[in-house]
């Protein structure tokens, strides 16, 4: 089986701090490529992988501003797909752009939705030759054709398991409303412990008015994007991680990198939350600050080294490749 | 010949109010339907055309904020492209999506530049197969294979003589830095007249900051966007059009709908000004706000009737038709 797997291009693959989505991609890529399927991955051109590579962006365009994501985005798609009729099966993982031109596409195309952003993109979605794979039940739109749901795996062996966590808490991915950056300094606070902060910020205004002032670099510690060894040495030593997010997440990459190495996560029982933690094995699910800074006294309860067994078992990249090689039988037996 | 005509989306074909791209692509094909050939217009569905009406927009997405413009582009796009085999030619007024993905055209594509915008969308025409028409020399960049300049054309018949001009000045366009508004401000104050500004807000600061507290009214008249007829009615009844640009023009079709109707224009000597303008004929080309003001008293001197001849003859929609006749011609022949 041809494989081409059209991964985004705002960051290389796999990224070098931030790109959740190059992530998944290129863990797709390798673990297909190790079991022997013949694959093809389109991303930018420094990228690593050992799948084989194509595309034509030199880099990534958000690791670039004299690129204009928009152009570079569109010359990317368009050339993958001018290749498409070398594949048996064209696996999009590119947002909305793939969607629109799908036509153009020669080979059965199945398109990860790894979220929605701006419903106002939606057009995209019902219009398209396209099957689709959601990341979450949670996250799955009535009226499309949904082949499966499959979650994201991650990379066990760089998330190594940590038997003692210490005290401290942590708050990982984008600073942005939507992740409760601001909600997560307030649930430590009542939690009496220390805080650590990590990742890109993505709102200024934000970060600026109600994030920045809060760290002192003692009780609150703002790390800036963490690369893949940081991150994991602060999740493993971490008590638990602090997930108040603001919106309804599709996935959720950190929960689950945290649980690996064994750290529980205390969430807000929102999007995919309630299929992603496990109530009381590998974190608690909460409604409000009141009660995850009630949740974070009780994570000292948790059997670290259970958490880190489920994690295994259920988002090993293994299983996420395993997956998605039913979803290309299930696409490629539902055209025969 | 089977041409078709790839329009932009933004806006209605013809504009109702604003719309220049629009409103050339719109003349092309009703021109060239008038001639025989067998066009379709691939536009909003609720344009209005002589040729014959294909696309999946059901109307522009600048004129409905429900729609996101980048969705229903890239569909637009690829709904024309997957029809391209039906045509001899495809000529795109699309900007630069069309041209990213131009592999995926299956007709020759000739792609009329109607501006850069941002030069950081480059990539997408170096890399294009497709022929470029300029729309004026002074627009035109090095190392992009040009197979004509080809002015824009008017519909004179919209646009009809006035003998007497009046005594007031105009300024007409969107309301942004480029366009300097402000600057026609100063210059009708400084020539002791009335001004007539006339566009649509597409600065709102500028607008706010340096316009608006201007506007009394008496000396200084905002009249919003205005449609076509009132606008030609403006238009004839001026001494002058004032186009104190800010930046190099590609074109400026306002210039020459002031000179259809008999009015003279007072233009800064910028991007395509030197070759629209006929310098002591249809208006005066000046380098800052008192030559124009004194250009704006020359004004009176010049013969209307002749200013209005000369538009006719240099600037008809149908010497603009036959000139994409002749662009089609040459595409084909080189490649026969």
Same mark, same amino acid.
């Given at each position: 089986?041809?494989?081409?797997?059209?991964?985004?291009?705002?960051?290389?693959?796999?990224?070098?701090?931030?790109?959740?989505?190059? #992530?998944?991609?290129? *863990?797709? $890529?390798?673990?297909?490529?190790?079991? /022997?399927?013949?694959?093809? #991955?389109?991303?930018? *051109?420094?990228?690593?992988?050992? $799948?084989?590579?194509?595309?034509?962006?030199?880099?990534?365009?958000?690791?670039?501003?004299?690129?204009?994501?928009?152009?570079?985005?569109?010359?990317?798609?368009?050339?993958?797909?001018?290749?498409?009729?070398?594949?048996?099966?064209?696996?999009?993982?590119?947002?909305?752009?793939?969607?629109?031109?799908?036509?153009?596409?020669?080979?059965?195309?199945?398109?990860?939705?790894? /979220?929605?952003?701006?419903?106002?993109?939606?057009?995209?979605?019902?219009?398209?030759?396209?099957?689709?794979? $959601?990341?979450?039940?949670?996250?799955?739109?009535?009226? #499309?054709?949904?082949?499966?749901?499959?979650?994201?795996?991650?990379?066990?062996?760089?998330?190594?398991?940590?038997?003692?966590?210490?005290?401290? #808490?942590?708050?990982?991915?984008?600073?942005?409303?939507?992740?409760?950056?601001?909600?997560?300094?307030?649930? $430590?606070?009542?939690?009496?412990?220390?805080?650590?902060?990590?990742?890109?910020?993505?709102?200024?205004?934000?970060?600026?008015?109600?994030?920045?002032?809060?760290?002192?670099?003692?009780?609150?510690?703002?790390?800036?994007?963490?690369?893949?060894?940081?991150?994991?040495?602060?999740?493993?030593?971490?008590?638990?991680? *602090?997930?108040?997010?603001?919106?309804?997440?599709?996935?959720?990459?950190?929960?689950?990198?945290?649980?690996?190495? /064994?750290?529980?996560?205390?969430?807000?029982?929102?999007?995919?939350?309630?299929?992603?933690?496990?109530?009381?094995?590998?974190?608690?699910?909460?409604?409000?600050?009141?009660?995850?800074?009630?949740?974070?006294?009780?994570?000292?309860?948790?059997?670290?080294?259970?958490?880190?067994?489920?994690?295994?078992?259920?988002?090993?990249?293994?299983?996420?490749?395993?997956?998605?090689?039913?979803?290309?039988?299930?696409?490629?037996?539902?055209?025969?």
């Amino acid at each position: 089986m041809r494989v081409a797997l059209l991964g985004p291009v705002a960051w290389r693959t796999p990224p070098r701090h931030y790109g959740p989505w190059e #992530l998944v991609t290129g *863990l797709i $890529a390798d673990g297909l490529t190790a079991l /022997g399927v013949d694959v093809t #991955l389109f991303a930018t *051109l420094d990228s690593v992988t050992s $799948a084989a590579l194509d595309g034509v962006c030199p880099r990534g365009y958000a690791e670039d501003p004299s690129m204009d994501g928009r152009v570079w985005e569109a010359l990317h798609v368009a050339h993958a797909f001018s290749r498409s009729s070398d594949f048996d099966i064209v696996h999009s993982h590119l947002d909305w752009l793939p969607l629109a031109f799908s036509q153009h596409c020669e080979a059965p195309l199945v398109t990860t939705i790894h /979220g929605f952003g701006d419903r106002r993109i939606m057009p995209a979605y019902r219009r398209a030759r396209s099957a689709f794979v $959601a990341i979450s039940d949670a996250d799955r739109v009535p009226g #499309l054709d949904y082949v499966a749901t499959v979650h994201h795996g991650i990379d066990l062996d760089a998330l190594p398991f940590c038997a003692d966590g210490g005290d401290d #808490l942590v708050v990982l991915g984008r600073i942005h409303p939507d992740k409760g950056t601001a909600a997560a300094i307030d649930i $430590a606070r009542q939690a009496g412990r220390r805080l650590f902060i990590a990742g890109i910020v993505q709102d200024e205004r934000y970060f600026a008015e109600q994030v920045a002032p809060h760290v002192d670099g003692d009780r609150v510690v703002h790390l800036g994007s963490v690369g893949p060894q940081e991150r994991a040495e602060l999740l493993g030593r971490a008590r638990a991680l *602090l997930h108040p997010i603001a919106f309804d997440e599709p996935f959720g990459l950190s929960v689950v990198e945290s649980m690996a190495t /064994g750290t529980p996560v205390v969430a807000y029982a929102r999007g995919s939350m309630p299929e992603v933690v496990d109530e009381g094995v590998t974190g608690f699910l909460v409604e409000d600050a009141e009660q995850a800074a009630a949740a974070v006294d009780r994570a000292g309860e948790l059997d670290r080294r259970q958490v880190h067994q489920v994690a295994r078992r259920r988002f090993a990249s293994s299983r996420m490749v395993a997956d998605y090689v039913d979803v290309y039988g299930k696409v490629l037996g539902e055209r025969a």
